[in-house]
C-alpha cells in the first residue's frame, strides 16, 4: 500500500529532522485550558499532536494551560485527563503552566532588566485607545519609559498585592507603530485578586497567554508547539519573547493549522457553558453535546473519532465539515463491531392465531453478519409478538411493501406472516394485528418459492423486556447555529426537539442484562448505547446514530423512493 501523502505539518517536522534542528528530537504538546470539558475540535489537535509524536517516536506532554484564576477548576482537569485517555492516547508528562509561576516571574524581571518590558499605569480603557486600531498607529504611553530601577520595583509591588486590577499592567516594550497589533507592546502580567485553584492564594499577577505559553513550550523543551490559526499573528510575539528572554535555542516552532468545524455543532467552550448553564441541555455530558463526555455517553466508539480526525486532515484553510462524515465514521466502526438485536421502538402487538397457544421455539438470530467470528444466539417465537407501529399501514401508498391487511411479510429469523385482521379501540386506532403464519416458511424461506417483498423485525410479547429509548436529533436547527440577525441571542437556533423518550420499547430478552457503555445494533432501526442512567429494572438506551442518512433518506423519500 502507497504511504498516505504526508500534511504541512509532517513535512516540516522531516524537514527539522533531516537537518536535525532538534538533534532528532520531536516533543509536542497538547494544552487544553481548564475552563470547560473537551469537544470535538480539541480532539482533532489531541489526535494530530499525540499521533506527530508517535509517528517521529518522539513524545507528547498533556499541558494544563491554567492561567487565568477566574475561570479554571480541578474538576474541569479531571475531565479533561480522563478524556484524553479515552480517547486512547497517553501522554509522557502531565505538565501545568502554573507550576512555571516562578520562572515566568523571572523571566518578566529579566525582560524589564533587558528594558524590554514596562510597568504601564494607563487605566484599561486608556491602554486600549492608545493602542489604536488597523487603520491608526498606536500612542506611546507616557509611563513607556520608566526607568529599569522603578519598573522592577513597581512590578514587584505589583506582586506584593499593593495595588488594585486595572491600575498597572506589565508590558512588552516592541513597536506601538507595528501592523501586527499584538506587537504594540502586549500586556504580559495583569492584576487578578483571585486565588489560583493549583496556587492558593500565592500569586495576585498572572501571566498573559502570550507570556505564558512559548515560555512554558521552551522550559519543557518542545520542538513543534501546533496551535490554530487564531494564533498566526502572535507568532512574531513567540518568537520576540523567546528571543528577549534569552531562552536557549533552538526554540519550539509554532505551526497554526485550521480549526475544526462541524456544521450543526458550536465549538466553543463559552457558548457550551450556555447550553449547560441556561439548561438547553442536561449537563456537560449530555449526548447532544459536541463534548468528548457527551459523545461517549451517546455512544460514539473512540475509535470513530480517531478516524473521523485523521480522515478531515490539517490544512490551513478554514472549511466547515459536514456533521455527517462524523456520523458515517462512527456508523463504520460500529458496522463492524456492534452485536446485532432486536428490539422495538413503537410496539404494536401482533397475535399469530394459528401459532399454537404456549409454545415457544428458540430461533437462531445472527450476532453479526459482518463479522464471522460473532456467531448467534437464539431468540424466543411465540403466539403474540410486537412489531413497529410504522412496519404497517391499513392503506397502504404505493411502495410500501410492509405489512397491510392481507399482505404477507417476512419476520426476521421467523417466519412468513400474514395480516388477516386489524382491531381498533374506540378512537378507532389500531391497536392489534390478527395474523396467521405458515409453518412451512421457518427460516425465512417458501419451498413453493413464493416471494415477499419486505423483512421486519419484532419481539415476542411474553419474553420482551421493557426498555427507555432517547433519540436525539441535531441540537440545532440551522447549520451554522450563530448565525442570527444583530441582537438576537442565538440560542433561538436551538431545535426543540432534539430529544424524543420512548417508553415502553420492547427489546429482546438477551438484553436484559445490558450495561452502561455497551453498544448494540438494534437491526433496522440504528446503533444504541446504554446509558449510564441504566439500572437493571428500567434500562435506558440512547440512540447513537441511525442506520442510514436520515437526512439523505428524506430526500429519497420525496423522489418517491420509500420502500
Ligand atoms: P474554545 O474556543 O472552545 O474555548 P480554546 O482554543 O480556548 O477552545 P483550549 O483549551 O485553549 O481551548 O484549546 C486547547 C487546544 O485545542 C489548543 O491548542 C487549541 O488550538 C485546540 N483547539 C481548540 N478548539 C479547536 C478546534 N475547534 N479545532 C482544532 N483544535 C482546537
Ligand atoms: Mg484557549
Same mark, same amino acid.
Given at each position: 500500500?502507497?504511504?498516505?501523502?504526508?500534511?504541512?505539518?509532517?513535512?516540516?517536522?522531516?524537514?527539522?529532522?533531516?537537518?536535525s534542528?532538534?538533534?532528532?528530537?520531536?516533543?509536542?504538546r497538547?494544552?487544553?485550558?481548564?475552563?470547560?470539558?473537551?469537544?470535538?475540535?480539541?480532539?482533532?489537535?489531541?489526535?494530530?499532536?499525540?499521533?506527530?509524536?508517535?509517528?517521529?517516536?518522539?513524545?507528547?506532554?498533556?499541558?494544563?494551560?491554567?492561567?487565568?484564576p477566574?475561570?479554571e477548576?480541578?474538576?474541569?482537569?479531571?475531565a479533561?485527563?480522563?478524556?484524553v485517555?479515552?480517547?486512547?492516547?497517553?501522554?509522557?508528562?502531565?505538565?501545568?503552566?502554573?507550576d512555571?509561576?516562578?520562572?515566568?516571574?523571572e523571566f518578566?524581571?529579566?525582560?524589564?532588566?533587558?528594558g524590554?518590558?514596562?510597568?504601564?499605569?494607563?487605566?484599561?480603557?486608556?491602554?486600549?485607545e492608545?493602542?489604536?486600531?488597523?487603520?491608526?498607529?498606536?500612542?506611546?504611553?507616557?509611563?513607556?519609559?520608566?526607568s529599569?530601577?522603578?519598573?522592577?520595583?513597581?512590578?514587584?509591588?505589583?506582586?506584593?498585592?499593593?495595588?488594585?486590577?486595572?491600575?498597572?499592567?506589565?508590558?512588552?516594550?516592541?513597536?506601538?507603530?507595528?501592523?501586527?497589533?499584538?506587537?504594540?507592546?502586549?500586556?504580559?502580567?495583569?492584576?487578578?485578586?483571585?486565588?489560583?485553584?493549583?496556587?492558593?492564594?500565592?500569586w495576585?499577577?498572572?501571566?498573559?497567554?502570550d507570556?505564558?505559553?512559548?515560555?512554558?513550550?521552551?522550559?519543557e523543551?518542545?520542538?513543534?508547539?501546533?496551535?490554530t490559526l487564531?494564533f498566526?499573528?502572535?507568532?512574531?510575539?513567540?518568537?520576540?519573547?523567546?528571543?528577549?528572554?534569552?531562552?536557549?535555542?533552538?526554540?519550539?516552532?509554532?505551526?497554526?493549522?485550521?480549526?475544526?468545524?462541524?456544521?450543526?455543532?458550536?465549538?466553543?467552550?463559552?457558548r457550551?457553558?450556555?447550553?449547560?448553564?441556561?439548561?438547553?441541555?442536561?449537563?456537560?455530558?449530555?449526548?447532544?453535546?459536541?463534548?468528548?463526555?457527551?459523545?461517549?455517553?451517546?455512544?460514539?466508539?473512540?475509535?470513530?473519532?480517531?478516524?473521523?480526525?485523521r480522515?478531515?486532515?490539517?490544512?490551513?484553510?478554514?472549511?466547515?465539515?459536514?456533521?455527517?462524515?462524523?456520523?458515517?465514521?462512527?456508523?463504520?466502526?460500529?458496522?463492524?463491531? !456492534?452485536?446485532? #438485536? /432486536?428490539?422495538?421502538?413503537?410496539? *404494536?402487538?401482533?397475535?399469530?392465531e394459528?401459532? $399454537? &397457544? %404456549?409454545?415457544?421455539?428458540?430461533?437462531?438470530?445472527?450476532?453479526?453478519?459482518?463479522?464471522?467470528?460473532?456467531?448467534?444466539?437464539?431468540v424466543?417465537?411465540?403466539?403474540?409478538?410486537?412489531?413497529?407501529?410504522?412496519?404497517?399501514?391499513?392503506?397502504?401508498?404505493?411502495?410500501?411493501?410492509?405489512?397491510?391487511?392481507g399482505r404477507e411479510?417476512r419476520?426476521?429469523?421467523?417466519?412468513?406472516?400474514?395480516?388477516?385482521?386489524?382491531?381498533?379501540?374506540?378512537?378507532?386506532?389500531v391497536?392489534e394485528?390478527?395474523?396467521t403464519?405458515?409453518?412451512?416458511?421457518?427460516?425465512?424461506?417458501?419451498?413453493?418459492?413464493r416471494?415477499?417483498?419486505?423483512?421486519?423485525?419484532w419481539?415476542?410479547?411474553?419474553?420482551?423486556?421493557? !426498555?427507555?429509548v #432517547? /433519540?436525539?436529533?441535531?441540537?440545532f *436547527?440551522?447549520?451554522?447555529?450563530?448565525?442570527? $440577525? &444583530? %441582537?438576537?441571542?442565538?440560542?433561538?437556533?436551538?431545535?426543540?426537539?432534539?430529544?424524543?423518550?420512548?417508553?415502553?420499547?420492547?427489546?429482546?430478552?438477551?438484553?436484559a442484562?445490558?450495561?452502561?457503555?455497551?453498544?448494540?445494533?438494534?437491526?433496522?432501526?440504528?446503533y444504541?448505547?446504554?446509558?449510564?442512567?441504566?439500572?437493571?429494572?428500567?434500562?435506558?438506551?440512547?440512540?447513537?446514530?441511525t442506520?442510514?442518512?436520515?437526512?439523505?433518506?428524506?430526500?429519497?423519500?420525496?423522489?418517491?423512493?420509500?420502500?
Amino acid at each position: 500500500m502507497a504511504e498516505a501523502p504526508k500534511n504541512f505539518i509532517e513535512r516540516i517536522i522531516e524537514e527539522d529532522l533531516e537537518k536535525s534542528t532538534y538533534g532528532g528530537r520531536v516533543h509536542t504538546r497538547f494544552p487544553p485550558e481548564p475552563n470547560g470539558y473537551l469537544h470535538i475540535g480539541h480532539a482533532k489537535s489531541i489526535v494530530l499532536n499525540f499521533e506527530l509524536a508517535k509517528k517521529y517516536g518522539g513524545k507528547c506532554n498533556l499541558r494544563f494551560d491554567d492561567t487565568n484564576p477566574l475561570t479554571e477548576k480541578q474538576e474541569y482537569v479531571d475531565a479533561i485527563k480522563r478524556d484524553v485517555k479515552w480517547l486512547g492516547y497517553e501522554w509522557d508528562e502531565e505538565r501545568y503552566a502554573s507550576d512555571y509561576f516562578d520562572r515566568l516571574y523571572e523571566f518578566a524581571v529579566t525582560l524589564i532588566k533587558k528594558g524590554l518590558a514596562y510597568v504601564d499605569s494607563l487605566p484599561p480603557e486608556k491602554i486600549k485607545e492608545y493602542r489604536g486600531d488597523w487603520n491608526t498607529p498606536g500612542r506611546e504611553s507616557p509611563y513607556r519609559n520608566r526607568s529599569v530601577e522603578e519598573n522592577l520595583e513597581l512590578f514587584e509591588r505589583m506582586r506584593r498585592g499593593e495595588f488594585k486590577e486595572g491600575e498597572c499592567v506589565l508590558r512588552a516594550k516592541i513597536d506601538m507603530r507595528s501592523p501586527n497589533m499584538n506587537l504594540r507592546d502586549p500586556i504580559l502580567y495583569r492584576i487578578i485578586h483571585a486565588p489560583h485553584y493549583r496556587q492558593g492564594a500565592k500569586w495576585c499577577i498572572y501571566p498573559t497567554y502570550d507570556m505564558a505559553h512559548g515560555q512554558s513550550d521552551a522550559i519543557e523543551g518542545i520542538t513543534h508547539s501546533i496551535c490554530t490559526l487564531e494564533f498566526e499573528d502572535h507568532r512574531p510575539l513567540y518568537e520576540w519573547l523567546l528571543k528577549a528572554i534569552g531562552l536557549p535555542e533552538p526554540h519550539p516552532k509554532q505551526i497554526e493549522f485550521a480549526r475544526l468545524e462541524l456544521t450543526y455543532t458550536v465549538l466553543s467552550k463559552r457558548r457550551l457553558i450556555e447550553l449547560v448553564e441556561g439548561g438547553y441541555v442536561a449537563g456537560w455530558d449530555d449526548p447532544r453535546m459536541p463534548t468528548l463526555s457527551g459523545m461517549r455517553r451517546r455512544g460514539y466508539p473512540p475509535e470513530a473519532i480517531r478516524r473521523f480526525c485523521r480522515e478531515i486532515g490539517v490544512s490551513k484553510v478554514n472549511a466547515v465539515v459536514p456533521l455527517e462524515r462524523l456520523e458515517e465514521c462512527v456508523r463504520d466502526v460500529l458496522n463492524k463491531t !456492534a452485536p446485532r #438485536r /432486536l428490539a422495538v421502538l413503537r410496539p *404494536l402487538r401482533v397475535v399469530i392465531e394459528n401459532y $399454537p &397457544e %404456549g409454545q415457544v421455539e428458540w430461533l437462531d438470530a445472527l450476532n453479526n453478519p459482518e463479522d464471522p467470528n460473532a456467531g448467534t444466539r437464539k431468540v424466543p417465537f411465540s403466539r403474540v409478538i410486537y412489531i413497529e407501529r410504522d412496519d404497517f399501514m391499513e392503506a397502504p401508498p404505493p411502495k410500501f411493501y410492509r405489512l397491510a391487511p392481507g399482505r404477507e411479510v417476512r419476520l426476521r429469523y421467523a417466519y412468513f406472516i400474514k395480516c388477516v385482521d386489524v382491531v381498533k379501540d374506540e378512537k378507532g386506532e389500531v391497536v392489534e394485528l390478527r395474523c396467521t403464519y405458515d409453518p412451512a416458511t421457518k427460516g425465512g424461506k417458501a419451498p413453493d418459492g413464493r416471494k415477499v417483498k419486505a423483512t421486519i423485525h419484532w419481539v415476542s410479547a411474553a419474553h420482551a423486556v421493557d !426498555a427507555e429509548v #432517547r /433519540l436525539y436529533d441535531r441540537l440545532f *436547527l440551522k447549520e451554522d447555529p450563530t448565525d442570527v $440577525p &444583530e %441582537g438576537v441571542d442565538w440560542k433561538t437556533n436551538v431545535n426543540p426537539n432534539s430529544l424524543e423518550v420512548l417508553y415502553p420499547c420492547k427489546l429482546e430478552p438477551s438484553l436484559a442484562g445490558a450495561k452502561p457503555g455497551e453498544r448494540f445494533q438494534f437491526e433496522r432501526l440504528g446503533y444504541f448505547c446504554v446509558d449510564p442512567d441504566s439500572t437493571p429494572e428500567r434500562l435506558v438506551f440512547n440512540r447513537t446514530v441511525t442506520l442510514k442518512d436520515e437526512w439523505a433518506k428524506l430526500k429519497q423519500k420525496t423522489r418517491g423512493e420509500a420502500a
